[in-house]
């Protein structure tokens, strides 16, 4: 009897007939004007195949912006997460079991857009109080390339004594103020003024960076923590009763913040305290 022949000599063999060849089939290659809320799809691979795509603005992915993986074959890119006017490019990698296929890279630029100027959400109006865990936020925005925050002790808002933080993640908000460092460091009861504006791209101007104006200057004092306020969302409620309770049983670990009395323990007489200054007493 003549010997087979053995179509799978090797695991790449085996790999190909599994997975196949996958590409990415929306948007097509080097597209422009693309939604800022893009639909990618690409070609189905079958059940049990997960998906990892990846959007990133260089052409080798090094470093990548956006990514998420899922077992269909297409993906919304949600809202906030693309610049306008940027090209991104594209990747896809197939999982099926132990075998994985990656689809040739794919770029398209967005659409261009104008941010406006920012609106502050934290602080909302100037006079009131921050705290620790408290972060600047404004409202969002569609296609900007970042959002700077600048905070100073100085209405002039001098270089050399200003925090200028950058966010870059699609969150609109900064740090909490307890973790600025070095410059801007936030120093208890001191009055700080806030600004910020949005950096974003045009068509005609490439990858300079273009800059909105200033957002209107707001005011706050600075305060380090308020006592009683455990689970640090700058009030005191029945959530911080319930934090130092499952604390002292717990259920969850400790935090300075929960010593009310400052005896060293977490327990019922904190419970009290955190009561008595919920209630005003």
Known sequence: MARGVNLWDNASDLRSFVLGAISITSPSDNA?????????????????????????????????????????????????????????????????????????????RTVEVIPPVPTMVVPAASGGTLYGTSRIQVKPEEGIGSLRVEISANSTFPTRSTYKGTVTDGSFSSVELQSITGTGRQVD?????????????????????????????????????VQGDVNGDGIVDIADVNAVINMMLGKTASVPAADINGDGNVDIADVNAVINLMLGK
Request: charged fraction near 10%.
């Open 32 to 108: 422009t004007d693309v939604s800022l809320t893009p639909t990618i799809t690409w070609n189905n691979m079958g059940d049990g195949t997960s998906y990892l795509l990846e959007l990133s603005t260089n052409a080798n992915m090094s470093s990548v912006k956006y990514s998420v993986t899922t077992t269909e074959a297409s993906h919304s890119v949600p809202a906030y997460k693309l610049a306008g006017a940027t090209t991104y490019y594209a990747r896809l990698t197939a999982t099926q079991g132990g075998q994985t296929e990656q689809s040739p890279v794919i770029s398209f």
């Open 189 to 225: 009861g001191t009055l700080y003024y806030v600004r910020t504006r949005f950096a974003y791209s045009t068509i005609a101007t490439g990858s300079a960076a273009q800059y909105t104006d200033y957002s209107a200057v707001m005011t706050y004092t600075y305060r380090e923590a």
